[in-house]
Nanobody, 125 residues
Framework: QAQLEESGGALVQSGDSLRLSCAASGVTFSTHAMAWFRQGQGKGREFVAAVGRNGHKDYSDDVEDRFAASIDYVKNTGYLQMNNLKPEDTAVYTC???????????????????WGQGTQVTVSS
Protein backbone atom coordinates (compact mmCIF):
# COMPACT_ATOMS: atom_id res chain seq x y z
CA GLN A 1 0.00 0.00 0.00
CA ALA A 2 1.43 3.33 -1.06
CA GLN A 3 1.82 5.95 1.64
CA LEU A 4 3.27 9.43 1.72
CA GLU A 5 3.92 11.13 5.03
CA GLU A 6 4.86 14.78 5.33
CA SER A 7 6.67 16.33 8.25
CA GLY A 8 8.44 19.53 9.14
CA GLY A 9 5.57 21.98 9.24
CA ALA A 10 5.76 24.64 11.94
CA LEU A 11 4.89 28.16 13.05
CA VAL A 12 7.65 30.50 11.90
CA GLN A 13 8.20 34.19 11.39
CA SER A 14 8.33 36.09 8.14
CA GLY A 15 11.78 35.69 6.57
CA ASP A 16 12.50 32.35 8.25
CA SER A 17 13.36 29.10 6.49
CA LEU A 18 11.80 25.67 6.84
CA ARG A 19 12.34 22.27 5.26
CA LEU A 20 9.47 19.88 4.69
CA SER A 21 9.97 16.17 4.21
CA CYS A 22 7.85 13.60 2.38
CA ALA A 23 8.67 10.01 3.29
CA ALA A 24 7.34 7.42 0.83
CA SER A 25 6.53 3.75 1.32
CA GLY A 26 4.98 1.45 -1.24
CA VAL A 27 5.87 3.95 -3.97
CA THR A 28 9.32 4.66 -5.33
CA PHE A 29 10.21 8.21 -6.28
CA SER A 30 12.75 7.02 -8.82
CA THR A 31 9.87 5.69 -10.96
CA HIS A 32 7.24 8.31 -10.12
CA ALA A 33 6.84 12.02 -10.61
CA MET A 34 6.63 13.94 -7.34
CA ALA A 35 5.17 17.29 -6.40
CA TRP A 36 4.21 19.63 -3.58
CA PHE A 37 0.87 21.39 -3.41
CA ARG A 38 -0.56 23.71 -0.79
CA GLN A 39 -3.96 24.87 0.33
CA GLY A 40 -4.50 27.98 2.40
CA GLN A 41 -7.57 28.48 4.53
CA GLY A 42 -10.54 29.27 2.32
CA LYS A 43 -8.49 28.75 -0.84
CA GLY A 44 -8.20 26.05 -3.45
CA ARG A 45 -5.31 23.64 -3.87
CA GLU A 46 -2.30 25.36 -5.44
CA PHE A 47 0.71 23.89 -7.22
CA VAL A 48 4.02 24.70 -5.53
CA ALA A 49 6.83 22.55 -6.97
CA ALA A 50 7.36 19.38 -9.00
CA VAL A 51 10.21 17.00 -9.73
CA GLY A 52 10.00 14.92 -12.88
CA ARG A 53 11.35 11.42 -13.34
CA ASN A 54 14.28 12.98 -15.21
CA GLY A 55 15.11 15.12 -12.18
CA HIS A 56 13.98 18.34 -13.82
CA LYS A 57 12.01 20.70 -11.62
CA ASP A 58 9.24 23.21 -12.02
CA TYR A 59 7.95 25.84 -9.58
CA SER A 60 5.05 28.21 -9.30
CA ASP A 61 5.93 31.83 -9.97
CA ASP A 62 5.20 32.71 -6.34
CA VAL A 63 7.93 30.47 -4.94
CA GLU A 64 10.44 30.00 -7.77
CA ASP A 65 13.14 32.19 -6.22
CA ARG A 66 12.58 31.03 -2.64
CA PHE A 67 11.72 27.31 -2.61
CA ALA A 68 13.72 24.30 -3.76
CA ALA A 69 12.39 20.77 -4.22
CA SER A 70 14.66 17.74 -4.08
CA ILE A 71 14.55 13.98 -3.68
CA ASP A 72 16.88 11.63 -1.83
CA TYR A 73 16.38 8.48 -3.88
CA VAL A 74 18.28 6.33 -1.39
CA LYS A 75 15.99 7.38 1.46
CA ASN A 76 13.00 7.56 -0.91
CA THR A 77 12.17 10.91 0.63
CA GLY A 78 11.25 14.21 -0.99
CA TYR A 79 12.06 17.61 0.44
CA LEU A 80 10.86 21.15 0.03
CA GLN A 81 13.32 23.77 1.24
CA MET A 82 11.47 27.01 1.84
CA ASN A 83 13.43 30.21 2.34
CA ASN A 84 12.36 33.79 3.01
CA LEU A 85 8.91 32.66 4.03
CA LYS A 86 6.05 35.13 3.79
CA PRO A 87 2.66 35.23 5.55
CA GLU A 88 1.00 34.36 2.23
CA ASP A 89 2.88 31.04 2.27
CA THR A 90 0.70 29.95 5.20
CA ALA A 91 -1.05 26.74 4.13
CA VAL A 92 -1.25 22.99 4.50
CA TYR A 93 1.51 21.54 2.33
CA THR A 94 0.94 18.14 0.76
CA CYS A 95 3.21 15.93 -1.28
CA UNK A 96 2.01 13.72 -4.10
CA UNK A 97 3.37 11.01 -6.40
CA UNK A 98 2.24 10.05 -9.89
CA UNK A 99 2.59 6.88 -11.93
CA UNK A 100 3.53 8.25 -15.32
CA UNK A 101 5.55 7.47 -18.40
CA UNK A 102 6.41 11.14 -18.72
CA UNK A 103 9.86 12.13 -17.49
CA UNK A 104 8.93 15.80 -17.16
CA UNK A 105 7.68 17.60 -14.04
CA UNK A 106 3.89 17.53 -13.74
CA UNK A 107 2.12 20.56 -12.31
CA UNK A 108 -1.54 19.46 -12.42
CA UNK A 109 -3.04 17.85 -9.34
CA UNK A 110 -5.31 15.54 -11.34
CA UNK A 111 -2.25 13.65 -12.62
CA UNK A 112 -1.23 12.49 -9.17
CA UNK A 113 -2.23 9.11 -7.80
CA UNK A 114 -0.92 9.19 -4.24
CA TRP A 115 -1.26 11.93 -1.66
CA GLY A 116 -0.06 12.53 1.87
CA GLN A 117 -2.15 14.00 4.68
CA GLY A 118 -0.34 17.32 4.69
CA THR A 119 1.63 19.38 7.16
CA GLN A 120 0.72 22.87 8.39
CA VAL A 121 3.03 25.78 7.73
CA THR A 122 2.12 29.05 9.40
CA VAL A 123 4.11 32.20 8.79
CA SER A 124 3.53 35.14 11.12
CA SER A 125 4.29 38.70 10.10
Amino acid sequence: QAQLEESGGALVQSGDSLRLSCAASGVTFSTHAMAWFRQGQGKGREFVAAVGRNGHKDYSDDVEDRFAASIDYVKNTGYLQMNNLKPEDTAVYTCAAARTLSVLPITTADAYDYWGQGTQVTVSS
